[in-house]
């Protein structure tokens, strides 16, 4: 029988403590090293079996705990390049090197040292509580997924030859729904993703001799201007899609025309269809544009990133949120619809060929929501509040914590067989 857990494992403060180091500790994708030791020393202390180094970095944790079904409940770790400014007691003045070498400033922006401090206090909830269960419980640390990598990393590393293959694969992601609440959406959940970088070649020279030059910081302007169409003017109404040029770079100095600009482009999309469209749309624009400006060689366009859709499986979704409402409430789970941010998450699914089921947990104050009655009225606040990815997100302690313990809990258990 493995060791009980240490009785700080589900100490309210404990898990506290546990986030507010993380979030001061934030750790870029791949580099997660810290984070992935706390992540391993905690589990092994409640009783896990722990391979760390999994996809580089990855922790994964086995409770085994008799017949029954195998579990498998992810959280990924990995911060970003971004500024920490929230005013925090414990805000991040962390640094590290981007994949480019570049020194930047690193937070958790995103809400993962969340993730990590919920699935740890679910692990020796579990683990307290093995009476009430029977199966397996495989919790999965990823590295990564900001890069859409991880995942993919951690399975090509054999993760499955490891710990066998889950009939379930759950999680959830914090975000600024009101704190206390999760928002499951069956169906189409998450974003499709794909990124892509570009180079436009120019002809550089003197600015004060703009006709000698083909001029890229102008060329990369049209096309930046050009792409806001393509969802207005080329995607149906009744279809989603998202693009959005998240990096322009050009030139040294304020006269001098460069002989070359970058743009880094990303595509959000909920239909196979849609997405080719869109890909299409922006290959045919920027190859039009540098046509139109008399550029000397074509363009580069380099797919950089992508991964799929995220599908929560319909039946397991009722039947997960069926018993987060038995637990929480009905009031506190809610339908978000589907959300245009992307995730990793859904291949450890299907490469295991079952369901997924991933939700919104709610970490943003109750108080901006106090007398909202609808859907619409939600949305209205939410889009008020600082969102993932900002410089100045950050979820309220709790009841995020207790909330996000309670959903992995609850969701484990309500895939993991029963003693009763």
Not at 154 to 162: A, F, P, S
Not at 198 to 211: C, D, F, I, K, Y
Not at 236 to 256: E, L, M, P, Q, S
Request: proline content about 7%; some cysteine.
């Amino acid at each position: 029988m493995p060791a009980s857990p240490t009785p700080v494992a589900t100490d309210p403060e404990a898990l506290a403590g546990i986030y507010r180091d993380l979030h001061t500790h934030p750790e870029l994708s791949f580099q997660e090293h810290r984070t992935a030791g706390v992540a391993a020393e905690a589990l092994a202390s409640f009783g896990y079996e722990v391979t760390t180094g999994v996809g580089r970095t990855g922790v994964v944790g086995v409770l085994r705990n008799g017949d029954g079904p195998t579990v498998l409940v992810r959280a990924d770790m990995d911060a970003l390049p971004v500024a920490e400014d929230t005013g925090l007691p414990y805000a991040s003045t962390a640094r590290g090197v981007d994949p480019a070498g570049a020194d930047v400033a690193v937070m958790h922006a995103c809400g993962h040292d969340m993730h990590v401090t919920c699935v740890l206090g679910a692990a020796a909830r579990l683990a307290e509580d093995r009476a009430g269960w029977s199966g397996t419980l495989v919790l999965v640390v990823q590295p990564a997924e900001e890069l859409g990598q991880g995942a993919r990393a951690m399975l090509d590393d054999g993760l499955y030859d490891r710990v066998g293959r889950p009939d379930i694969v759950l999680g959830q992601h914090v975000g600024p729904l009101p704190a206390g609440v999760v928002g499951l959406h069956p169906g189409p959940a998450f974003a499709a993703y794909d990124a892509l970088a570009v180079t436009l070649w120019g002809r550089g020279g003197h600015g004060s001799r703009p006709e000698t030059c083909v001029d890229p910081i102008l060329m990369a302007a049209a096309v930046v201007q050009r792409l806001q169409g393509i969802v207005s003017r080329e995607i149906a109404g009744t279809d989603t899609a998202v693009v959005t040029v998240g990096v322009i770079r050009g030139g040294t100095k304020v006269n001098i025309i460069p002989d070359v600009a970058e743009l880094e482009i990303s595509v959000r999309s909920f239909d196979a269809v849609v997405r080719d469209r869109v890909l299409a749309a922006i290959e045919r624009i920027i190859h039009g544009e540098a046509s139109a400006s008399g550029a000397p060689r074509p363009p580069e366009i380099v797919m950089t990133e992508s991964f799929p859709l995220l599908l929560n499986d319909p039946a397991a979704s009722e039947r997960t949120a069926h018993g987060l409402a038995a637990a929480l409430g009905a009031a506190r789970v809610v339908d978000p619809g589907p959300v245009t941010g992307s995730e990793d998450v859904g291949l450890f699914a299907t490469d295991a060929g079952v369901p997924c089921v991933y939700w919104i947990l709610g970490g943003a104050d109750q108080a901006p929501f106090a007398g909202v009655t609808d859907a619409a009225g939600l949305a209205r606040v939410v889009e008020s509040l600082p969102s993932n990815h900002s410089p100045r997100y950050a979820p309220v302690l709790e009841p995020t914590i207790s909330t996000g313990v309670a959903a992995l809990v609850t969701a484990a258990r309500t895939w993991l067989g029963s003693t009763a």
